[in-house]
T-cell receptor
Framework: DAKTTQPPSMDCAEGRAANLPCNHS???????VYWYRQIHSQGPQYIIH???NNETNEMASLIITEDRKSSTLILPHATLRDTAVYYC????????????FGTGTRLQVTL | EPEVTQTPSHQVTQMGQEVILRCVPI?????FYWYRQILGQKVEFLVS????????KSEIFDDQFSVERPDGSNFTLKIRSTKLEDSAMYFC????????????FGQGTRLTVV
């Protein structure tokens, strides 16, 4: 699976959009980009995933560049409850969805 | 909303003892996983399980570890002879299929080996 690079930490004011970048320059054609988050020491929580098109769900939007070498997770109106570690993971399709977590981005949402 | 349930939430055991961590995956899911997270470190993949056999395992998942789906609902992780370095949060996850899909994680079992 391709390696990802994320900033270690970011701050965001409550109510503003949080834009979390991720580089995955070695991504291959069959690899998806996944975003998960972990609040305190709870179990990771799925946010969104995509292959090459931009995706949106009730939690977030995922913007993937045309060359697929980077992506951005957008939380449109961050709240204090969005304070968490956000993981960008690249994973190939296969028999089972093994996820390789990195160190992620610690997002701090402030008043 | 469906959820993955893990028990116990916290287990303390003496070094050398066997422990069994239990998980109830989401009912229509077919793929099951164990991950662990040592305090302050990354979440690490241990093993994936499908069709009553291990699909993939990491280097961490040595002979001291085993997994089982003893009935139609439970999925267990056994550590035969615990070591101090096995102290970690253990997360169970399940997916409805392999490949590109959402993984649902449980809230974890904190294992403390003393």
């Amino acid at each position: 699976d391709a390696k990802t690079t994320q900033p270690p930490s970011m701050d965001c004011a409550e109510g503003r959009a949080a834009n979390l970048p991720c580089n995955h320059s070695t991504i291959s054609g069959n690899e998806y980009v996944y975003w998960y988050r972990q609040i305190h020491s709870q179990g990771p929580q799925y946010i969104i995933h995509g292959l090459k098109n931009n995706e949106t769900n009730e939690m977030a939007s995922l913007i993937i560049t045309e060359d697929r070498k980077s992506s951005t997770l957008i939380l449109p109106h961050a709240t204090l409850r969005d304070t968490a570690v956000y993981y960008c993971i690249v994973s190939s399709t296969g028999t089972a969805s093994k996820l390789t977590f990195g160190t992620g981005t610690r997002l701090q949402v402030t008043l | 909303e469906p959820e993955v349930t893990q028990t116990p939430s916290h287990q303390v055991t003496q070094m050398g003892q066997e422990v069994i961590l239990r998980c109830v995956p989401i009912s229509n899911h077919l793929y099951f996983y164990w991950y662990r997270q040592i305090l302050g470190q990354k979440v690490e993949f241990l093993v994936s399980f499908y069709n009553n056999e291990i699909s993939e395992k990491s280097e961490i998942f040595d002979d001291q570890f085993s997994v089982e789906r003893p009935d139609g609902s439970n999925f267990t992780l056994k550590i035969r002879s615990t070591k101090l370095e096995d102290s970690a949060m253990y997360f169970c996850a399940s997916t409805v299929r392999g490949g590109d899909t959402e993984a649902f994680f449980g809230q974890g079992t904190r294992l403390t080996v003393v």
